[in-house]
């Protein structure tokens, strides 16, 4: 079955530790994303890849980075310069065109303890 | 600014009754609009969407949303709430013309009473 994968469902780490969080997509979508979702404040883009090798930053990138080496692969990383960053992380991807919508993974949750 | 608005944070219905959840949103031109929803610790499942033409959007599980370009509103209702209803629900805007940015509101909790 197509979809996106994210994994571990749940992450504990210690505080001033990097942790990446995997996120895949076998649906052959053009573009991914990172959010971050806090309870009350909805969804904010971390990054966005359109294109294999590029990326952009979001809303709030700061403390946050990416790599896009494969199509169907686009790893977060929160490194120690995040402030807070224990939330939920959710990955999404989309096919190109302006009429197409994202597509979302199950999320991981991070804790930092 | 740009923004989008879901002034209902909670809302308790009961199953059977109708239900209506808000969405405005500030853009200059008629932004593409969608419905996500979210059950407890999972992702977003996408309920329906809307671009352009039918102001009537038919979408999954029963749910319907109308585009009203002079309230700038793309409210979500259901005739009939189902207690599997229970989740929350995002609505969501790309500003018009496209784009791969999608902004969020913050979200309608909606609770089910037996």
């Known amino acids: 079955d197509g979809g996106i994968t994210q994994s571990p469902k749940y992450l504990f780490r210690k505080e001033g530790q990097n942790v990446t969080l995997s996120c895949e997509q076998n649906?052959?979508?053009?573009?991914m994303y990172w959010y971050r979702q806090d309870p009350g404040q909805g969804l904010r883009l971390i990054y966005y890849?359109?294109?294999?090798?590029?990326?952009q930053k979001g809303d709030i990138a700061e403390g946050y980075s990416v790599s896009r080496e494969k199509k169907e692969s686009f790893p977060l990383t929160v490194t120690s310069a995040q402030k807070n960053p224990t939330a939920f992380y959710l990955c999404?991807?989309?096919?190109?065109?302006?009429?197409?919508?994202?597509?979302f993974g199950p999320g991981t949750r991070l804790t930092v303890l | 600014a740009q923004s989008v608005t879901q002034p209902d944070i909670h809302i308790t219905v009961s199953e059977g009754a109708s239900l209506e959840l808000r969405c405005n949103y500030s853009y200059g031109a008629t932004p593409y609009l969608f419905w996500y929803v979210q059950s407890p610790g999972q992702g977003l499942q996408l309920l329906l969407k809307?671009?352009?033409?039918?102001?009537l959007v038919q979408g999954i599980k029963g749910f319907e949303a109308e585009f009203k370009r002079s309230q700038s509103s793309f409210n979500l209702r259901k005739p009939s709430v189902h207690w599997s209803d229970a989740a929350e629900y995002f609505c969501?805007?790309?500003?018009?013309?496209?784009?791969?940015?999608?902004?969020f509101g913050t979200g309608t909790q909606l609770k089910v009473e037996l």
């Open positions: 809307y671009f352009s033409g039918d102001t």
């Open positions: 969501a805007v790309v500003p018009g013309g496209g784009g791969n940015k999608l902004t």
């Open positions: 999404a991807s989309r096919l190109a065109g302006a009429y197409n919508e994202q597509f």
């Open positions: 649906l052959n979508h053009d573009a």
């Open positions: 890849s359109q294109i294999v090798n590029d990326f």
